[in-house]
C-alpha cells in the first residue's frame, strides 16, 4: 500500500509530467481507464449535432491528459492527504477502514498526449477510410491488498500481538511508458458498422511489479518475537535509468473497436465492441528481481558487549535475522502483459437532443473488477452538450460524474469531465476522483 | 472577440494546471508498534571494564588486573637539558682570497656540557636537533661547511654545507638552519676519547666559488656560529649515571574499581605480587615507605601492612644484550595470611598512595662508565593482581556514564513503554536507574520507574545459581520524557547489586550469563524521507 500510494505520489508529484499532464489530453479513442465511454460519447455528439463534421476531409489534433485513482477502500480524503503529505489523522484512517474487505483494491490511470486524426477524401482509394496517429504518456498502477495489511501499516502491528497478521494476497503493479500509435479507422453507415484498428510501439520506462501470495507477520502477546512468513516475488526495472528518457524495454499493443448501428422501437442506437492496450513490454536484461520464500524470525538486535552503547555504537539499520537471509535476488529481462481493457457499450438516442449509452468493461491482469456504467446526454445546443454518469465496479464502488463538452468558434472544442464527483462531494465517504481535459482544433 | 475567447479558454486550462501544483509535502503518521529492539547477553567479561577475566579449572573466574604506581625512567636519571654555545672565529686580517680560496679549514671546537652528574659517553639520539645562527662579515659570500664529526648516522659525520651572504655596510650576513639528529649516534668522549658529555665541531668556509673578484679580509672580521642542540631525547645513553637518591611521594589512580561509587565488598581472598622490575644498566636500593589505598569518594584510606614497607631492597642492574634488555626483578606475594591487602581492595580504592625512595648506583661507578639506558625502560614498582571473584556485596553501586545521539530524523517516537525483560543467571539482584544528563552533566530526568530490580537467578544451597530468573521491568516513556531523550545526549547508568544471603560470598562462573531484552510499545511517528 505505502509502495503503492508513494509511486502513485511520487508520478504525480513529478512537476513536468502533471503540467502536461493537465495540459494535453490523451486521444479520445485510446481511453483506457475506468472511464472511457468518453469514446463513444464524444463520436456520438459528433454524429447528432454534425456541427463539428462539416466537410469530407478534415484533420483533428487534439491535446490533453486525464487521470483517476479508484478503490473500495482508500477514502478521497485519506488519498488526497497521503498525495499532497500532511498528517492522517486516525480519524481519517477510521473512515478507510470501515470501508475495508477481507481484500481491497486501489488502482488508476494517468495520460497525457497528442493525437490527430486525418480524414482525406480518400485515402487508398476508400473515401470512408480515416488515419490517425497518436503520441502519449502512460501510467497506470493498481494494487490488491488486505485488511491487516492496511491495518499494519497505518496502525502498526500492536493490534495483532499474540495472532498473526495476513498481509498476504498483496499484489502491486507500476506500469509507465511511452506510446507510438498508427491506426485506420473505416466509417460505417447504417447499413455497415464502423471499425478501426491500430497499432503501437512501446518504450517502457519503468515497472514495479510485487506479489506476495503469502505473508504473514506473528507478533507475540509480549513483543519479544517477530515472525513473518513470506513468499514474495518482486521484480523492478533498472533503477539505476530513470525518468521519461530510460529505455527499459520495449514492446508491443493494440487496440481494435467495431460499431454497429441498430434500430430499437422507434430509436437508432449504435453497438460498440473494443479492445484496448491488448499487447506487451518485454523489459531489458538489468531488469531486477527479488524471490524470497521464507520464514524470519526478529527478536531484537544483537548487542554483544554492552559497552558498544557507549559513543553512539547503536546499531542502525541492522534488524538483524531480517535482512539478506534466503532472498534470491539478481538480474533479468521479463515481460509484462498490459492491462487490456475490453468493452461492450450500446447508446440509444432519443430524438436528436438525447442519447443513453450503458456499458461493461473489464480490465484484465489489474485486480480490476467488472465496470457496469450508464450515461445519459443532453445536447442542449450545436455548441454544448451535457452528460450525467453513474458506474459500479472498477477499482471501487458506486461513482457518478459528469461530462461537458462546448465547441467555441474556429473549430476549436473543449471537453471536460469527471466521473467522480462524488469522490468530491463526499470526500470521507467516497473513494474516487479523475479529471480528463482535452483541447481539439479541427482544420 | 475571437482572440478574447481562445486567451479565456486557455486561461481556464492554466488555471485548473496551477490549482493542481500545490507545494507538495510527505505524508505522515502515526502507528502503535510492539516490537524487540534490542537484545544481549552479558556476561561478567561484559559488566566490567579495563579488566581480564581468567578461568579457573573449576570454571569461577578471577580477575587479573595490573596496575604500575612508580616509574623511575630516562627523563628523569639522564635529562639532556636544551644547551646553546656561541662561537665566534676571528680570521687572518689583511689577506686577499680570489674565488673558490678557503679562508679557515678545519678549524676545530670541544663543548663539554652540564648534565645533572651523568657522565654520558655515547648516546643515540632519538629526537632533537641542532639550531644555527651563522654569522659573516666577511665582504664576499663564503661557503661555510659545519661538521660534528663524532656524531654518525649509518657511520656518515654530520656535516652541512651552507652559503653564507656578504656583509652590508657593517650588518653582518645571517643564515639560520634546523637540522634533525634523530638516529645519530653520538660519541661524548671528545677528541681525546678521554671525556665525557662533549661534543667536537669543526668548521670550513670559503670564498664562493662564484664571486665576481678578489676579496680583502680584515683583521675585524669574524664567523661566529650559535648552535643550540634543543629538545635531545636519548634512544640509548651509555656512561656514569653517577649516585643519587629519587624520593617520590604521590598517588597514582587505580582504575579497577572505577565504576563504585558506593556500597559495601566483601572479598573472600585477594592475592598481589608486588613487583620492583629494573630495565635500567644501573644498580638501585629501592625503598617502599608507605602504600595506602585511597577512597576518595568517602576519604578512607587503608595502609599496606607488609614486612616489605621500610625494608630496603637491593635490586642489580639490567643486563644489555645489543639491545635486548633483560630486566633483573624483584616481588613479593601478599595474601590474606601475610598482609592486609584485602582490606586495601576492599576500600574500594580509586588512586594508590605511595612513597619511595630509590637510591641509583649506591656502590658508585661500579660498572666502569658503562650504565645504560633504553627509552622506555626504568625502575618501576607495580601490583599484579589476582582477585577471586568469590565476594559478596550490598547495595554495590556502580555507575556509567553512556553517550548517545538520536538525529533529529530519528525522533519518531512520540510516546509509549518499553519492556527490559532479563533473564538473570547472576546470584544477585540489580537495581538500574538510568537518568538523563543535560550538557552540564546536571540530572534533568530518570527513565526507569521507582520498581526497577532484576532479581538474582535461582540459588542453590552452596550459593551457585541453578537456573535464571526472569524479571520484567516496564519503564513508561511519556511525550515529555521523549522530549527530554531527545535534547539531551548522556545517560548516567547506576545499578546496584546485592548479592545472595549476603553477607556469605557467591562464586561468579565463567557460565553465569544475563539476557536482556529491550521490547518497545511505542507510538511510532511515522514520516518517509
Known amino acids: 500500500m505505502k509502495q503503492l500510494l508513494f509511486s502513485t505520489s511520487s508520478f504525480l508529484k513529478s512537476a513536468p509530467c502533471l503540467a502536461a499532464f493537465f495540459f494535453f489530453i490523451s486521444a479520445a479513442r485510446t481511453q483506457t481507464s475506468d472511464t472511457s465511454k468518453t469514446n463513444s460519447v464524444s463520436h456520438t455528439v459528433d454524429q447528432v449535432n454534425r456541427v463539428i463534421k462539416p466537410s469530407e476531409h478534415y484533420l483533428d489534433v487534439e491535446i490533453g491528459g486525464s487521470f483517476y485513482v479508484n478503490s473500495d477502500a482508500i477514502t478521497t480524503e485519506f488519498f488526497n492527504t497521503f498525495y499532497q503529505g500532511g498528517f492522517i489523522s486516525n480519524e481519517k484512517k477510521d473512515r478507510c477502514r470501515k470501508k475495508l474487505h477481507y481484500s481491497n483494491r486501489i488502482g488508476g490511470d494517468a495520460d497525457y498526449g497528442i493525437s490527430a486524426n486525418w480524414k482525406p477524401d480518400s485515402l487508398f482509394h476508400k473515401s470512408n477510410l480515416s488515419m490517425n496517429i497518436a503520441l502519449k504518456d502512460r501510467f497506470h498502477y493498481d494494487a490488491g491488498f488486505s485488511r491487516d495489511f492496511f491495518n499494519v501499516v497505518m496502525y502498526g502491528n500492536k493490534m495483532y500481538a499474540g495472532s498473526t497478521a495476513d498481509l498476504g494476497n498483496f499484489t502491486l503493479n507500476l506500469l509507465r511508458y511511452q506510446q507510438v500509435k498508427v491506426g485506420l479507422e473505416w466509417e460505417g453507415d447504417t447499413a455497415h458498422g464502423s471499425y478501426g484498428l491500430s497499432a503501437s510501439f512501446l518504450k517502457g520506462e519503468k515497472n514495479v511489479m510485487v506479489d506476495a501470495g503469502r505473508a504473514g507477520l506473528t507478533t507475540s502477546a509480549d513483543g519479544s518475537n517477530i515472525d513473518l512468513d513470506l513468499a514474495m516475488l518482486m521484480r523492478r526495472t533498472d533503477t539505476s535509468r530513470v525518468g521519461p528518457m530510460a529505455f527499459n524495454g520495449c514492446g508491443f499493443s493494440t487496440d481494435f473497436y467495431y460499431e454497429m448501428p441498430y434500430l430499437t422501437w422507434y430509436n437508432e442506437g449504435l453497438l460498440r465492441v473494443e479492445v484496448n492496450d491488448l499487447g506487451f513490454i518485454r523489459w531489458n536484461t538489468h531488469s531486477n528481481y527479488y524471490k524470497v520464500d521464507s520464514v524470519y524470525h526478529y527478536d531484537g538486535v544483537q548487542i554483544n558487549n554492552i559497552l558498544d552503547l557507549q559513543n553512539n555504537a547503536l546499531p542502525q539499520n541492522n534488524p538483524d535475522s531480517l535482512v539478506k537471509k534466503n532472498i534470491k535476488y539478481g538480474t533479468e529481462p521479463y515481460t509484462t502483459v498490459l492491462p487490456a481493457v475490453f468493452t461492450v457499450a450500446a447508446t440509444t438516442y432519443y430524438g436528436k437532443r438525447f442519447a443513453w449509452e450503458k456499458g461493461m468493461r473489464f480490465r484484465m491482469k489489474s485486480n480490476c473488477r467488472p465496470y457496469y456504467y450508464s450515461a445519459f446526454t443532453w445536447y442542449a445546443t450545436k455548441k454544448f452538450s451535457a452528460t450525467v454518469t453513474a458506474a459500479y465496479g472498477g477499482y471501487g464502488n458506486f461513482n457518478a460524474g459528469m461530462e461537458l463538452e462546448f465547441l467555441f468558434p474556429g473549430q476549436v472544442k473543449l471537453h471536460l469531465d469527471s466521473y467522480y464527483l462524488t469522490g468530491y462531494l463526499l470526500p470521507q465517504k467516497c473513494s474516487a476522483q479523475g479529471v480528463t481535459l482535452s483541447l481539439s482544433k479541427r482544420f | 472577440m475571437k482572440r478574447v475567447r481562445t486567451i479565456l479558454i486557455f486561461a481556464l486550462a492554466v488555471s485548473i494546471i496551477g490549482s493542481c501544483r500545490k507545494d507538495l509535502r510527505q505524508p505522515q503518521w502515526d502507528v502503535d508498534l510492539l516490537a524487540p529492539i534490542l537484545k544481549s547477553d552479558l556476561d561478567f567479561g561484559n559488566l566490567l571494564a579495563d579488566s581480564l577475566l581468567q578461568s579457573n579449572p573449576d570454571n569461577s573466574l578471577t580477575l587479573v588486573y595490573n596496575n604500575n604506581f612508580y616509574g623511575l625512567t630516562l627523563d ?454
Not at chain 2, 663564503?142 to 657593517?170: D, K
Not at chain 2, 576519604?299 to 630496603?312: A, T
Not at chain 2, 559478596?392 to 533529529?408: F, G, P, R
Open chain 2, 76 to 529: 628523569s636519571l639522564v635529562n639532556i637539558p636544551d644547551t646553546t654555545v656561541a662561537n665566534k672565529y676571528w680570521l687572518l686580517g689583511w689577506s686577499d682570497f680570489n674565488p673558490g680560496d678557503v679562508i679557515v679549514s678545519n678549524l676545530g671546537q670541544s663543548t663539554q656540557y652540564n648534565i645533572s652528574n651523568v657522565e654520558l659517553t655515547h648516546a643515540t639520539i632519538r629526537s632533537g636537533s641542532v639550531v644555527m645562527q651563522i654569522k659573516s662579515y666577511v665582504r664576499e659570500k663564503i661557503v661555510l661547511t659545519y661538521q660534528i664529526p663524532i656524531a654518525t648516522l649509518n657511520s656518515v659525520p654530520f656535516s652541512v654545507t651552507v652559503t653564507i651572504p656578504a656583509r652590508v655596510g657593517n650588518n653582518p650576513g645571517v643564515v639560520n638552519i634546523s637540522y634533525p639528529l634523530s638516529g645519530y649516534d653520538m660519541d661524548l668522549r671528545g677528541p681525546q676519547l678521554n671525556s665525557y658529555n662533549t661534543i667536537y665541531t669543526s668548521m670550513s668556509a670559503k670564498v664562493d666559488p662564484n664571486a665576481p673578484d678578489t676579496v680583502r679580509v680584515f683583521s675585524t672580521d669574524t664567523i661566529s656560529i650559535s648552535n643550540a642542540f634543543t629538545g635531545i631525547v636519548p634512544q640509548y645513553a651509555r656512561g656514569y649515571f653517577g649516585q643519587g637518591t629519587y624520593n617520590s611521594s604521590d598517588t597514582s589512580s587505580f582504575g579497577m574499581f572505577n565504576h563504585i561509587v558506593g556500597g559495601t565488598l566483601k572479598l573472600d581472598s585477594a592475592n598481589i605480587k608486588l613487583k620492583i622490575e629494573n630495565s635500567v644498566g644501573v644498580d638501585a636500593r629501592v625503598k617502599i615507605n608507605n602504600l595506602t589505598s585511597i577512597n576518595s569518594r568517602t576519604g578512607n584510606s587503608v595502609s599496606l601492612n607488609h614486612p616489605v614497607i621500610g625494608s630496603p631492597v637491593n635490586i642489580t642492574r639490567a643486563f644489555d644484550n645489543n639491545g635486548t634488555v633483560t630486566p633483573t626483578l624483584y616481588s613479593v606475594q601478599l595474601d590474606n595470611t601475610n598482609s592486609n591487602i584485602k582490606q586495601l581492595l576492599e576500600n574500594l580504592p580509586d588512586k594508590i598512595g605511595y612513597s619511595v625512595d630509590a637510591d641509583i648506583n649506591p656502590l658508585g661507578n661500579v660498572s666502569g662508565g658503562n650504565d645504560f639506558i633504553y627509552y622506555g625502560s626504568g625502575l618501576r614498582v607495580n601490583m599484579d593482581m589476582q582477585v577471586p571473584l568469590w565476594f559478596a556485596s550490598d547495595h554495590l553501586a556502580l555507575v556509567d556514564t553512556l553517550d548517545y545521539s538520536i538525529a533529529t530524523d530519528n525522533q519518531n517516537i512520540n510516546s509509549g513503554t518499553l519492556s527490559l525483560f532479563a533473564d538473570n543467571g547472576f546470584p544477585f539482584e540489580a537495581s538500574i536507574q538510568l537518568y538523563i544528563l543535560n550538557g552540564n552533566n546536571a540530572i534533568v530526568d530518570s527513565l526507569m520507574p521507582v520498581i526497577n530490580t532484576i532479581d538474582e537467578g535461582v540459588v542453590d544451597g552452596n550459593y551457585i545459581v541453578v537456573q535464571p530468573r526472569t524479571t520484567r521491568i516496564e519503564i513508561p516513556l511519556s511525550a515529555d520524557k521523549m522530549s527530554t531523550l531527545y535534547n539531551n545526549h548522556k545517560i548516567y547508568v547506576k545499578t546496584k547489586l546485592n548479592t545472595y544471603g549476603y553477607p556469605n560470598y557467591v562464586k561468579i562462573y565463567n557460565y553465569y550469563k544475563i539476557s536482556l531484552k529491550l521490547v518497545g510499545d511505542i507510538e511510532y511517528h511515522v514520516a518517509p524521507h
